[in-house]
């Protein structure tokens, strides 16, 4: 079973920066897709930013993500972050299987909260 770890999170003010990071327990070659998503209160969970592997090392938008295949993780730069901001982020990994279809992996979460 492939473990993903979070970290990074935590209490930042509003314009101020944070950056995620995710670590998989498994090479980070063997997944094709990997990225982020956010939950917060009583709301559904839904995509902040994901990237393809083996063809790019970032991704683009407002939080752009950045892959390091030395360190084996990817990293989530957010930058001007706003109250609105505030949720836990979770990162996920995707790989393909053998034949047909695919399987994702999620991490636990690390919380960001941002105050105004």
């Known amino acids: 079973q492939v473990q993903l770890v979070e970290s990074g999170g935590g209490l930042v003010q509003a314009g101020g920066s944070l950056r995620l990071s995710c670590v998989p327990s498994?090479?980070?070659?063997?997944?094709?897709?990997m990225g982020w998503y956010r939950q917060a209160p009583g709301k559904e969970r839904e995509l902040v930013a994901t990237v393809t592997l083996g063809v790019r090392t970032s991704s683009e938008g407002r939080f752009p993500i950045s892959i390091d295949y030395n360190k084996n993780r990817i990293y989530l730069q957010m930058n001007s972050l706003e109250p609105e901001d505030t949720a836990v982020y979770y990162c996920?990994?995707?790989?393909?299987?053998?034949?047909?279809?695919?399987?994702?992996?999620w991490g636990q979460g690390t919380q960001v909260t941002v105050s105004t």
């Open positions: 996920m990994a995707t790989q393909l299987l053998a034949g047909t279809g695919s399987t994702t992996y």
């Open positions: 498994a090479s980070i070659h063997s997944f094709n897709t």
